[in-house]
């Protein structure tokens, strides 16, 4: 087309729109929440960056070193094999985050299609829709996830999976409820009064202006999901050894306790606090999306 | 300002029916019922080529509901609506999409109409996009800049979000996307009504321009009359989703013949002193239009009710006897409430004390206000009884008491058709209808009546 060359400008200014909306969000969140921020891509940064950032490979046992307490070499100290943990730590993240974002990612890649389509047009698609929905929420969610994990085996996909499964239908009821109330703005009309087909309408006009509560439950569900992910591996449900996860990690340390305290309570901090910051960032981004909420 | 004959938009018997609380679940369950409300109800109208029509209404009225209609923005229940000799109820998604490119709409909120995450460029070029109209990008910005400029804001907007911009800077931008696919017909419905009142002079004059500049026929909706008179070539009147009156926009103005839109006129600050009596004032509120009023819909509140033939008293006096009819079938009066008072008063509260303040209160002193006559003697007995009946309790009785006294009236039994008057105007009114006078059922009515009481 003739207008390649003026696409491309478009193109930068709509991401400079979100950066610049970004940025406005950003500057409208509280203290807490702009610190858990910082710290939310200090610890992607670790997953990410792991094996520069960790001082020993997670796998490398060391007889010699067996259950030492926190030192200079190994800050965190080392478990039975003479592991350093907070090399397992740090490569824990990624297995964590893993889970944590993929199977949000996964809810809202169901859910958010399902509620949103429902939503929008009604009538018996929608009652289909949102009575399947209902039939995955009526089961308490980790209930739900242990029982498929006992038959399906644990694995890191299969615990994206099934997480991501068993949050879908808040995503599909969150999203349901806001593009209920959008669908009746004047502006969807006129999008409609244009000749714009129903998908687009659903694409461009509803779901950008429905999304907030959606991205503010995602940021719960991380750290959800991460808690969850832990809970299963502590179990022995999760992700197999020797890959390391913080579940895992308390699990095997656990049997030290509390002489050799360090080979579970560091792995717990590092739940504790991915999952405080994913929190707080959830808070901070919900005082921003729904003011109201916050004045009541 | 008048366009040729030819009818642009032709709408015959146009119906919209909300279901109420619509559900699958419901209508699958036997003990519960769902209701209708009738927003639009049969409604006839032809618009010109390059007209203005302004369609006039209280809110609630069905007014809106009728202009989305017209566009196909919502599905009638039944009629026609025929653009251009095309049926515009049967069209299928593509020819819709392509109804689209001549038939637009400017919405009533400007701060609900534009898409709060899209530029005034986005707003713009999107309706170009779907119709094809501009080859490329440049040249639908360039578009969207000329079309800013049409409606007296400049390219500097092109990038600005609508919480950027004024109430009324917003109604400029929806009435640019609206004439972004260069339409023939455009609906406005209440186009100024959420603006300040300085803008809304702006934002009139802007769309008196914008019709004459690109020839566009336009239907105006409001419930401000006063907005309609400069704006319209003809106005329609509607209530409870019918057309009352239809009629150029100085005959109905110089001489309004349905006495809704008698009231309607009067209610206008600073009429034109010789077009406009004192102000009439309307009884009661807008019925919902879950469960319209029988007959003429407007017979509860209106004031030049017919009486029936026999009666050879002042009509207002009669008016209000039937009002009182009407309050005591709704259960409005309240003879307990009267009793206390009289207690608390230290009066005596038996039940003929009962009936003379209800009848002070509920008769004489409404009659007093509506004219100076007296109620005739017969008329006040069949009230006394009535009402008497009501204190010991019979409620149906009391109805039934004014009823057989002849309190009916052809305006609540049949509902008046279309007729032209004099002046030009269609008017939906008995006072008008000649067809209603001679009908047989009403010659029964009136042997009925003559052996009664009146
Ligand atoms: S038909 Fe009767 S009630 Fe209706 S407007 Fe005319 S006079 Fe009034």
Same mark, same amino acid.
């Given at each position: 087309?003739t207008?390649e060359?003026v696409?491309?400008p478009?193109r930068?200014e709509?991401?400079?729109?979100r $950066?610049?909306?970004?940025r406005?969000?950003y500057?409208r969140?509280?203290r ?13 940064g670790?997953?990410?960056l792991?094996?520069?950032v960790?001082p020993?490979?997670?796998y490398q ?12 070499d ?5 478990d039975?094999?003479g592991?350093?943990v907070l090399s397992r ?5 990624r297995?964590s985050?893993a ?5 949000? $990612?996964?809810g809202?890649?169901?859910?958010v299609?399902?509620?949103s389509?429902?939503g929008?047009f009604?009538?018996?698609i929608?009652e ?11 089961f ?6 242990l029982?498929i994990?006992?038959v399906?085996g644990?694995?890191?996909?299969n ?9 879908s ?15 009746e ?5 006129a999008a ?7 998908v687009?309408?659903?694409?461009r006009?509803i ?7 959606v991205?503010v439950?995602a940021?719960?569900?991380?750290? $959800?999901?991460?808690i969850?992910?832990a809970?299963?591996s502590?179990?022995g449900?999760?992700?197999q ?7 895992v ?6 049997r030290y306790?509390p002489?050799?305290w360090w080979i579970?309570?560091?792995p717990?901090f ?7 910051a994913f929190?707080l960032?959830g808070d901070?981004l919900?005082e ?9 | ?7 642009l938009?032709?709408v ?5 029916h909300?279901?109420q609380?619509?559900?699958l679940?419901?209508r699958?369950?036997p003990?519960?019922?769902v ?6 109800d049969?409604v006839?109208?032809r ?9 006039v209404g209280?809110?609630?009225?069905g007014k809106?509901t009728f202009g989305?209609l017209v566009?196909?923005?919502?599905d009638?229940?039944?009629g026609?609506?025929?653009? *251009?000799g095309?049926?515009?109820d049967e069209f299928d998604a593509?020819?819709?999409?392509e109804?689209r ?5 400017? /919405?009533?909120?400007?701060f ?5 995450r899209?530029t005034v460029r986005?707003?713009?070029?999107e309706?170009?996009e779907?119709h094809?109209i501009?080859?490329?990008?440049a040249e ?6 000329e079309?800013l400029?049409?409606?007296? @804001?400049g390219?500097?907007?092109l990038?600005r979000?609508?919480h950027?911009l ?6 400029r931008v929806?009435?640019a996307?609206?004439?972004a696919?260069?339409p023939?017909?455009v609906v406005?419905d ?6 300040d009142?300085s ?6 004059d802007?769309?008196?321009?914008l ?5 566009l026929?336009?239907? /105006?909706?409001?419930?401000?009359l006063s907005?309609?008179?400069?704006v319209?070539?003809r106005i329609?009147?509607?209530?409870l989703?019918?057309?009352v009156e239809i009629?150029?926009?100085?005959s109905?103005f ?5 006495p ?8 206008i600050?600073?009429p034109?002193p010789s077009?406009?009596p004192?102000r009439?004032p309307?009884a009661?509120?807008v019925?919902?239009p ?7 819909? /407007?017979h509860p509140r ?7 033939? =026999?009666?050879d008293?002042?009509?207002r006096?009669?008016?209000?006897l ?5 309050? @005591?079938a709704n259960?409005?009066?309240?003879p307990d409430a ?8 230290d009066?005596?509260a ?7 303040a ?12 509506a004219t100076?006559?007296a109620?005739p003697d017969?008329a006040?007995?069949?009230?006394? =009884?009535a009402l008497?009946?009501?204190v010991?309790?019979n409620?149906?009785?009391?109805v039934? *008491?004014?009823?057989d006294?002849g /309190?009916v009236t052809?305006?609540?039994t049949?509902e008046p058709?279309?007729t032209?008057? =004099? ?9 008008h ?7 047989p ?6 042997e ?7």
């Amino acid at each position: 087309m003739t207008a390649e060359n003026v696409q491309r400008p478009s193109r930068r200014e709509r991401i400079a729109d979100r $950066l610049r909306s970004a940025r406005e969000t950003y500057g409208r969140m509280g203290r807490a929440s702009r610190i858990s921020l910082w710290l939310i891509v200090l610890i992607v940064g670790a997953a990410v960056l792991a094996p520069v950032v960790a001082p020993y490979s997670p796998y490398q046992e060391n007889y010699d070193r067996s259950l030492q307490s926190p030192s200079v070499d190994h800050p965190a100290g080392t478990d039975l094999t003479g592991r350093d943990v907070l090399s397992r730590i740090i490569f824990g993240t990624r297995v964590s985050l893993a889970v944590g974002v993929g199977s949000v $990612l996964l809810g809202v890649l169901l859910g958010v299609p399902i509620g949103s389509v429902g939503g929008y047009f009604g009538g018996w698609i929608d009652e289909f829709a949102m009575r399947s929905m209902d039939v995955v929420i009526s089961f308490p969610a980790l209930v739900l996830a242990l029982a498929i994990i006992g038959v399906v085996g644990g694995s890191l996909w299969n615990l994206i999976l099934v997480i991501g499964v068993v949050f879908s239908p808040q995503y599909a009821r969150l999203i349901h409820g806001e593009v209920l109330s959008i669908k009746e703005s004047e502006y969807v009309e006129a999008a409609q009064g244009i000749g714009l087909g129903n998908v687009s309408v659903l694409w461009r006009h509803i779901l950008p202006n429905a999304i907030g509560p959606v991205i503010v439950q995602a940021t719960f569900h991380v750290a $959800l999901a991460i808690i969850i992910e832990a809970s299963l591996s502590f179990l022995g449900l999760g992700v197999q050894p020797p890959q390391p996860t913080w579940g895992v990690m308390i699990a095997d340390g656990r049997r030290y306790l509390p002489a050799e305290w360090w080979i579970s309570v560091f792995p717990g901090f590092a739940i504790m606090i991915t999952v405080l910051a994913f929190n707080l960032l959830g808070d901070g981004l919900r005082e921003v999306y729904d003011p109201q909420l916050v004045d009541q | 300002m008048s366009g040729s004959d030819e009818p642009l938009l032709e709408v015959s018997g146009l119906t919209k029916h909300f279901a109420q609380n619509d559900s699958l679940l419901r209508r699958l369950r036997p003990d519960q019922s769902v209701q209708t409300v009738q927003a639009v109800d049969g409604v006839d109208l032809r618009i010109r080529d390059g007209e203005t029509v302004g369609l006039v209404g209280e809110s609630g009225c069905g007014k809106s509901t009728f202009g989305r209609l017209v566009l196909r923005l919502l599905d009638p229940t039944a009629g026609s609506i025929s653009y *251009r000799g095309e049926a515009v109820d049967e069209f299928d998604a593509a020819a819709l999409r392509e109804y689209r490119s001549h038939a637009q709409m400017i /919405f009533q909120d400007p701060f609900g109409s534009l898409n709060p995450r899209y530029t005034v460029r986005e707003t713009l070029v999107e309706p170009m996009e779907v119709h094809d109209i501009g080859a490329s990008s440049a040249e639908r910005v360039q578009q969207s800049t000329e079309l800013l400029e049409r409606v007296r @804001l400049g390219a500097e907007y092109l990038d600005r979000y609508p919480h950027e911009l004024s109430g009324g800077q917003r109604q400029r931008v929806a009435i640019a996307r609206a004439l972004a696919v260069e339409p023939e017909f455009v609906v406005a419905d209440e186009p100024t009504s959420a603006l300040d009142v300085s803008v809304q002079v702006e934002i009139l004059d802007l769309l008196g321009e914008l019709q004459e500049e690109m020839d566009l026929t336009l239907l /105006f909706i409001t419930h401000d009359l006063s907005v309609i008179r400069h704006v319209s070539d003809r106005i329609a009147v509607m209530y409870l989703g019918n057309l009352v009156e239809i009629g150029e926009t100085e005959s109905v103005f110089t001489n309004p013949s349905h006495p809704y839109t008698q009231a309607l006129l009067s209610s206008i600050p600073n009429p034109d002193p010789s077009a406009t009596p004192d102000r009439i004032p309307l009884a009661g509120d807008v019925p919902t239009p879950i469960d319209p009023p029988s007959g003429c819909q /407007f017979h509860p509140r209106c004031p030049k009710i017919v009486p029936p033939e =026999e009666w050879d008293h002042d009509q207002r006096i009669w008016r209000e006897l039937f009002r009182l009819r009407t309050r @005591l079938a709704n259960g409005e009066i309240e003879p307990d409430a009267v009793r206390s008072t009289l207690v608390d008063g230290d009066e005596r509260a038996d039940d003929d004390a009962v009936v003379d303040a209800l009848y002070r209160n509920q008769v004489e002193e409404r009659v007093g206000n509506a004219t100076d006559r007296a109620v005739p003697d017969s008329a006040a007995t069949v009230a006394r =009884e009535a009402l008497a009946e009501l204190v010991v309790g019979n409620d149906d009785d009391a109805v039934a *008491r004014l009823e057989d006294a002849g /309190f009916v009236t052809v305006c609540e039994t049949e509902e008046p058709d279309l007729t032209t008057t =004099e002046h030009g105007t269609d008017v939906r009114c008995h006072l008008h209808s000649e067809a209603t006078r001679d009908h047989p059922d009403r010659d029964e009515l009136r042997e009925r009546n003559r052996e009664k009481i009146l």
